[in-house]
């Protein structure tokens, strides 16, 4: 099991009976791969059940939030998407990382479920790869803990109920 990065502000078994998709991007599988572990244990851990976890692999990260939009008209409490994207010689990451972003983003204020970015974006492969459990963290548990936390704070938002009518200081009570 993967070593948690931080353990979260999460109650014990925050994740039990939510139901979670990994969308993961092949391309530099191998720290990929390390990234979607993290994940996977993280949420084995917070009390998801394997059967309540699907990963579904896509070729580049550039198609991250087309699959995770597919995996939002499913009954999914949140969506992990797991990439990276390494500067190279031209403007071509620059490109990929804003519109992965921006599509990760609209996939989640569209369905209304939290989708969580966790994409590196980085200089270097090294960067990468201390962020895959090195020096600087473990992206993919943080992800996962992000998306533990979301549906929490979603569902809590939820059980609140209808918004009570409250004076802004235009004379009301």
């Not at 353990?7 to 990994?22: C, E, H, T």
């Not at 720290?31 to 917070?46: I, M």
């Not at 009390?47 to 008209?73: I, M, N, Q």
């Not at 963290?137 to 979603?154: D, F, L, N, Q």
């Amino acid at each position: 099991m993967v070593k948690a990065s931080s353990d979260a502000a999460l109650k014990p078994q925050a994740a039990a009976g939510k139901k979670f998709a990994i969308v993961v991007s092949r391309y530099h599988e191998e720290l990929t791969r390390e990234l979607h572990n993290g994940a996977l244990d993280t949420l084995k851990k917070w009390g998801a059940k394997p059967d309540d976890v699907r990963t579904v692999w896509v070729p580049g990260a550039f198609e991250l939030p087309l699959t995770a939009r597919a995996l939002s008209h499913l009954e999914f409490d949140a969506i992990i998407c797991l990439g990276i994207i390494v500067k190279g010689e031209t403007l071509h990451d620059q490109y990929i990382a804003t519109e992965v972003a921006r599509g990760i983003s609209g996939v989640g204020l569209s369905a209304g479920i939290p989708v969580i970015f966790g994409v590196l974006t980085t200089q270097n492969m090294e960067q990468a790869k201390a962020r895959c459990g090195g020096a600087h963290g473990h992206k993919g548990i943080e992800a996962a803990e992000a998306a533990i936390s979301m549906v929490g704070v979603i569902e809590e938002i939820e059980d609140k109920g209808t918004k009570e009518l409250r004076s802004v200081g235009f004379g009301g009570q």
